[in-house]
């Protein structure tokens, strides 16, 4: 990680907007990210697009864990990924990427660029 | 080199499976094969004859798999009976002139009923028992009468005065010897089992012999028993017994046995190495062997000696049997009558509770010889182990026939050799058993399906489930149908602790009895118990997160995303203005349009955004959301019926409507598809439906548990000629079980297969409520029922829920990835190599 870059935030929604136990679609500047909501309040967001697809859609998978791992499932055909992480559970050389996620109050600010 | 001719004389179920023998050995590559059938139709489940009566058609018995003959290019004459062989010529005269060459015969003619020879026994309306034909003859003859009698109460005898009653006969059966089933039972179990078939209303006449038949004065006929003894009857069946039909064996000088049957080897091969006999015409070691696992077993050892292969020989048949007679189980095993020098019995009896149990015991007390079981058969299986295996008895002889104060099982599945035989019908080791344990089998039904294991009579059933979970235990397999790793329960056990404890939310469930966060196996299956039990909103705050996203956005998604929308059409009836609204829906948002197989139309390719919108209009137009995305009640496709059709005997699209809105919207642990026909052609397919009905002259027939899809299976008829109000109660009472107690994504044939007592059982459950649930079982339908929502038209009334339905939180656009095809008039999504690629931003 380079750290003498700055992350840049992009505000996309309210706390109130997401669900626990849910995710969203946001729209980056650099294509789309899923944004998750656990059912303890804590947010992630991965890539939207499910590899195994190509289809825009995990942001509507169902979120859960896996021993310690929380995990999203892609609705199509049901490949966990790990939300801190992105990778894929039942592959291994696949993996998403992540996106840095804050509250601000209760705005929610996804970074515009994943974490490397 | 030529192909040499194989005649096979008789088309019965040892034929066929002869048959299949051969053509499993390569046998068509050196054989023409030709049959000779008598009868009008190929080979039927003889055995299963009674269900005939029950509602089974000549199809349902058939066991000739479709196609079998052409497939295979054998010929079959129907029809056709051989009258005459000459075996110096090696050739076979039949009945309709033919002269048929052959290199090798096979005779597998079966036998006869024997009529004993009373006089009057030729008159009108007597019966024999044993083909298709003389049924529906019986049928006939008992519409214009009031009683009927049977003479003989063996086996087949029983069978047929169950017919009899079943046809509304006052039955009488009438027995020369002291007892019924004299071969196979003794006088106390003979005894009881009287007094059990008399509760069932037959009157059982023993020790008592017809003199003669004569014009009756009440009825048609009247056996004359003695001097001042006769029984006046309409029809009269005659079952004493079989004899060898090996006629054609005798005129052609074939080594016959004193009492008749064609006499054979080992290799079932007869006095004239070139032919054959097997099954019931066959006398092997001065014995004919009247059960079909034996014709089996004669039928697959002639087809291997024909092939060349002679390392296995007959070497006799065990002739226990374990069968229900009007509903009372009766079983027989080894040496019944105590006839082994020195044997000592162990009798158990109890009137009250209608029990018999015999256990026949070496002199040494070490060895089970034995059994006779009346009224209680569960214990045919370990005890027929026993005999069989000359296994050492576990303990004290008595405990075998005791009643078990413990429920400790007599003998582990852990014991049996594994030689052992488990499925004498189709011949099932416990090694074939295993073997398919190790190539993946899981469950009964698996075992079912690979090994044809309790696949006929059903009487091994516990046995095969007993080796199966102590087969798995030891490969380590945790035998275990927990949901998943966040709750230690099967499905059944988390549907019990949502109604018992009143639980109404996901995260009540997981704080009480789970752990961790859940997951994608167990919300939507918690969710779908919920909906069963409760019937919420699924998209009330607490629920929609659990959902599928089929279920989240109640449509069911496609491979790019986007979303199918099926709205409900009962019954398949819809009328030109609604046909409209979807037909300008559908072009308004360029949705592909397709016919689905419930009788319904599925728009494709509608975007989240666009869901609300579609939903709004064909809300408003009358539409209700068809579930197409649940694991729910989907369709009940009918045929038009008696509306229209000329041949329809009743209303069936307007019960397909009935039964699709009392039932749309029940969430189940798999889908659900239901169908009416309405009359026998069946147009409606509903033998391939969890739910089937079909219009009778009399009432409704009603099939469970057929499916179609990748492992297809015909539903079994469950109950006949019910009226309306019957049709309901059992289909509540059957839905509300499935959903009681199924496992996850357990469709309902698969759910049967594993009950233990199958078909039996579920039926003693529903119809005679057995458990004593059947009320309460249809209080919680009538719940679902009353607190019934079209999920769609609650959707669009909220604007909460609307504001979900975007494919960005953040911004109103739409997802920039779908692109599309044009093909045959309409749109689908683009193939990956057909994609263009769009400039990435950067």
């Avoid at chain 2, 398919?436 to 294991?453: E, P, Q, R, S, Y």
């Avoid at chain 2, 391939?688 to 099939?703: F, H, M, R």
Wanted: glycine share 10%; net charge negative.
């Amino acid at each position: 990680m380079n750290s003498s870059v700055a992350v840049e935030w992009k505000a996309v929604c309210k706390v109130s907007d997401v669900l626990p136990g849910t995710g969203v679609g946001v729209r980056l500047p650099a294509g789309q990210a899923a944004l998750f909501c656990t059912r303890n309040g804590q947010f992630y967001a991965l890539d939207n697009m499910d590899p195994f697809s190509h289809a825009n859609v995990l942001s509507r998978g169902i979120l859960g864990s896996i021993g310690d791992r929380k995990v999203v499932a892609s609705p199509i055909y049901k490949q966990h990924f790990d939300l801190e992480t992105g990778q894929c559970i039942e592959d291994e050389t696949v993996s998403l990427n992540v996106y840095p996620v804050r509250v601000e109050g209760d705005v929610i600010e996804v970074a515009m660029s994943a974490a490397h | 080199m030529a192909k040499q001719q194989l005649l096979l004389i008789g088309h019965g179920m040892v034929g066929q499976r002869y048959l299949e023998s051969l053509v499993a050995q390569g046998g068509r590559d050196q054989f023409d094969v030709t049959v000779l059938c008598e009868e009008p139709l190929p080979a039927y489940d003889r055995v299963g004859l009674t269900s005939y009566f029950s509602g089974k058609t000549a199809d349902d018995l058939s066991l000739v798999p479709q196609g079998f003959f052409e497939e295979h290019g054998i010929t079959l004459k129907l029809k056709t009976r051989a009258d005459s062989i000459d075996r110096a010529a090696k050739t076979v005269t039949t009945n309709t002139g033919e002269t048929l060459a052959y290199d090798k015969l096979v005779l597998a003619t079966g036998s006869y009923p024997f009529v004993p020879p009373i006089p009057g026994n030729d008159r009108d309306n007597c019966f024999v028992y044993r083909t298709i034909d003389d049924l529906d003859a019986m049928i006939a003859a008992s519409k214009g009468g009031k009683v009927g009698a049977v003479v003989g109460g063996g086996l087949l005898g029983l069978e047929a005065a169950k017919a009899l009653h079943d046809l509304g006969l006052e039955t009488h059966v009438v027995e020369f010897a002291p007892r019924l089933m004299a071969v196979q039972v003794d006088d106390f179990g003979g005894g009881l089992l009287k007094d059990k078939i008399q509760e069932l209303g037959v009157t059982v006449h023993t020790s008592t012999g017809t003199q003669e038949i004569i014009d009756g004065e009440s009825c048609k006929h009247r056996m004359v028993f003695g001097e001042d003894k006769h029984l006046e009857t309409d029809l009269i069946v005659f079952s004493a017994g079989i004899r060898p039909q090996d006629a054609l064996g005798r005129a052609c000088e074939l080594e016959l046995g004193e009492r008749g049957g064609i006499v054979v080897n080992d290799h079932c091969v007869t006095s004239d190495e070139d032919v054959y006999a097997i099954g019931e015409v066959a006398l092997w070691n001065g014995r004919i062997f009247g059960l079909v696992a034996p014709g089996y077993q004669m039928a697959e050892i002639a087809a291997e000696h024909l092939m060349g292969k002679a390392e296995k020989a007959f070497q006799g048949a065990d002739m226990s049997t374990k069968l229900k007679l009007m509903g009372v189980d009766v079983a027989s095993i080894g040496d019944a009558h105590g006839n082994t020098p020195g044997c000592r019995s162990t009798v158990f009896m109890d009137q009250t509770a209608g029990i018999y149990k015999k256990a026949v015991v070496s002199e040494c007390g070490k060895k089970l010889l034995g059994a006779v079981l009346v009224g209680d058969a569960a214990d045919y299986g370990n005890l027929l182990q026993l005999c069989l295996n000359e296994m050492d008895l576990p303990g004290d002889p008595a405990a075998l026939v005791a009643p078990v104060s413990d429920g400790a099982p007599l003998l582990g599945a852990d014991a049996l050799p594994d030689t052992a035989q488990i499925c004498s019908c189709n011949n099932v080791s416990k090694g074939d058993l295993c073997a398919a344990i190790d190539g993946g089998c899981m469950t009964v039904g698996d075992l079912k399906a690979c090994t044809n294991a309790a696949g006929t009579c059903g009487g091994c059933a516990a046995l095969v489930k007993q080796v199966l979970d102590s087969e798995l235990e030891k490969r380590g397999v945790e035998v275990n149908n927990h949901v998943c790793e966040h709750f230690p329960y099967s499905r059944e056990e988390i549907y019990h602790l949502v109604r018992v404890g009143q639980i109404t939310t996901f995260d009540q469930l997981l704080e009480k009895h789970g752990s961790g966060d859940g997951c994608d196996i167990c919300k939507p299956t918690v969710a779908n118990v919920l909906a069963s039990c409760w019937n919420d909103w699924v998209l009330n705050k607490p629920h929609a997160g659990l959902q599928d996203t089929n279920d989240y956005f109640m449509g069911n998604m496609q491979r790019d995303g986007t979303y199918s929308i099926v709205p409900r059409v009962a019954g398949g009836e819809i009328t030109p203005d609604k046909l409209i609204v979807l037909g300008e829906v559908a072009k308004k948002y360029d949705l592909y349009t397709k016919i689905t197989g419930g009788q319904r139309v599925d728009l494709f390719g509608a975007r989240v955004d666009q869901l609300p919108e579609i939903w709004k209009i064909l809300v408003e137009a009358g539409f209700e959301t068809g579930h197409a995305y649940g694991k729910s009640v989907r369709t009940v496709k009918s045929c038009v019926g008696s509306t229209w059709c000329r041949y329809g005997v009743k209303d069936s699209v307007g019960t397909a409507i009935q039964i699709e809105e009392r039932y749309k919207g029940l969430r189940s642990p798999h889908k659900l598809k239901f169908a009416v026909s309405g009359c026998t052609r069946e147009c409606a397919e509903a033998q391939s439906k969890d739910v089937g009905v079909i219009a009778t002259e009399k009432g409704w027939n009603l099939y469970v548990c057929g499916n179609g899809g990748m492992r297809p299976r015909h539903a079994d008829l469950f109950a006949s000629d019910l009226s309306d109000e019957e049709l309901i109660k059992y289909t509540d009472r059957f839905l509300m079980f499935y959903i009681k107690t199924a496992d996850r994504l357990q469709r309902t044939s698969v759910w049967m297969e594993n009950l233990e007592g199958g078909l039996d059982y579920l039926k003693d459950v529903i119809i005679n409520d057995s458990l004593g649930i059947g009320e309460e079982l249809e209080a919680q339908m009538k719940h679902i029922i009353g607190t019934y929502q079209c999920e769609w038209k609650t959707a669009i009334e909220d604007k909460e829920a609307v504001k979900r339905f975007k494919h960005f939180v953040n911004d109103d656009a739409n997802d920039d990835n779908l692109q599309y095809v044009r093909e045959r008039g309409q749109r689908r999504p683009a193939y990956e190599h057909e994609r263009i690629e769009t400039v990435q931003e950067a």
